[in-house]
């Protein structure tokens, strides 16, 4: 559903409050002009809000909701969305903040502790050194305590003034997901693929993983980007099915990483049988 605020210069310009903890779940839905949302899911309750926008609406409280693939777009309150915990802070993925020039994008609350935020877009704010500016993407309402922000992808915050803190040390450590797929000829998962990568500027080995049963050899890289790259595919297994070894080139890029699938063929000369 859509909801717009009409008329901006009355009192109230309409708020979602949850008062009384329930299960929500809001999907593909818009508000435009209102007040503040604040959701509250409790221990036992489930709130999800996926791939909804929020224009010039003012300051969201999360209260350990999820959101995923949302856009807070011009925020109108000293903080676009309040999350009371590092923990509740994770929940946040995927999503996208444009400043109004004014407020921060993300606030964290809570105690300080390690926070990995996935997909995290931020757009128009503050990136001046010192982080003191009240216009920085990621504002640390704590007072004391260390912290490191894990920068799983997305895009806006690389440095630790990119952050605003109450008083607690903040470090932002940046990565980028690494994703690598083998499939046989009919699409088919493929366990057990060795997956080497290195970067092509002096061929320094960057990851190494195994696919699983999925298929997938996953990880991250924390390395400058974005940086050219050219991986292989290997799999050769004692009673298993061989197949030809393949390389191929790529970028690792700044917000999306890497992602390749390659199809993989058998190797009818190291396993005459097939």
Do not use: W
């Not at 309409?14 to 329930?22: A, H, I, K, P, V």
């Not at 993407?137 to 630790?160: E, F, P, Q, R």
């Not at 290195?198 to 699983?212: A, C, I, P, R």
């Not at 940086?227 to 700044?254: P, W």
Request: proline share 2%; with cysteine; glycine share 12%.
């Amino acid at each position: 559903f859509n909801i717009t605020c009409l008329d901006t210069t009355t009192a109230s310009q309409g708020r979602f409050l949850m008062t009384d903890q329930c299960d929500v779940a809001l999907a593909s839905c818009t508000f435009v002009d209102m007040d503040t949302f604040v959701f509250d899911k409790g221990t036992t309750k489930t709130v999800t809000i996926n791939n909804t926008t929020f224009t010039r609406c003012n300051q969201i409280t999360t209260g350990g909701a999820s959101f995923d693939g949302c856009l807070f777009d011009e925020p109108t309150g000293a903080t676009g969305v309040v999350a009371s915990s590092p923990a509740n802070a994770e929940l946040v993925t995927n999503c996208t903040f444009n400043s109004d020039g004014t407020g921060n994008g993300l606030e964290i609350g809570g105690t300080a502790a390690d926070v990995d935020l996935t997909g995290l877009v931020f757009t128009g704010y503050d990136v001046a050194n010192p982080g003191t500016a009240a216009n920085k993407a990621i504002y640390v309402n704590i007072a004391t305590g260390t912290m490191t922000i894990n920068i799983l992808g997305g895009s806006g915050v690389s440095l630790d003034h990119h952050v605003r803190s109450a008083g607690a040390t903040v470090t932002v450590s940046v990565s980028v997901p690494l994703s690598f797929e083998a499939v046989d000829k009919t699409d088919t998962a493929i366990s057990g693929v060795q997956v080497s990568v290195y970067l092509v500027s002096d061929d320094s080995q960057v990851f190494l993983g195994d696919t699983l049963g999925t298929g997938f050899a996953s990880g991250s890289y924390g390395g400058t980007t974005p940086v050219d790259i050219y991986y292989r595919y290997r799999k050769s297994s004692t009673g298993a099915t061989k197949y030809v070894n393949l390389s191929g080139f790529g970028t690792i890029e700044s917000s999306t990483g890497l992602s390749v699938k390659r199809s993989m063929t058998v190797d009818t000369i190291a396993d005459p049988t097939i």
